[in-house]
Nanobody, 121 residues
């Protein structure tokens, strides 16, 4: 199995910053794209940011210029630096990784359990 574990969530005032981390472990042969999604209460899960294995990045328009995604391929980690946070950024943030495991050559998506981010004054 492959496990993704997020950390770094919490409560912050508007304008504040948080840094999320996600580490992948298990039967990993290689990891292609890694990314972050978020889901607010009563809303659909939405894309936040993605980073390819070659470090190309893509962001949702709502977070461009405020959030930065990065990764450490040697450690199987992905990070999300979130600055200038707004109340509308409040959500559970979930890590996603597209992994080729050691059992098969098929790329499969894996998800973490999520970490809560609350932005409130």
């Amino acid at each position: 199995q492959v496990q993704l574990v997020e950390s770094g969530g919490g409560s912050v005032q508007p304008g504040g910053s948080l840094r999320l981390s996600c580490v992948a472990s298990g039967i990993i042969r290689s990891i292609n794209a890694m990314g972050w999604f978020r889901q607010a209460p009563g809303k659909e899960r939405e894309f936040v940011a993605v980073i390819a294995s070659g470090s190309g990045t893509h962001y949702a328009d709502s977070v461009k210029g405020r959030f930065t995604i990065s990764r450490d391929n040697a450690e199987n980690k992905v990070y999300l630096q979130m600055n200038s946070l707004k109340p509308e950024d409040t959500a559970v943030y979930l890590c996603n990784a597209r992994v080729i495991n050691t059992i098969s050559d098929i790329e499969l998506p894996y998800w973490g359990q999520g970490t809560q981010v609350t932005v409130s004054s």
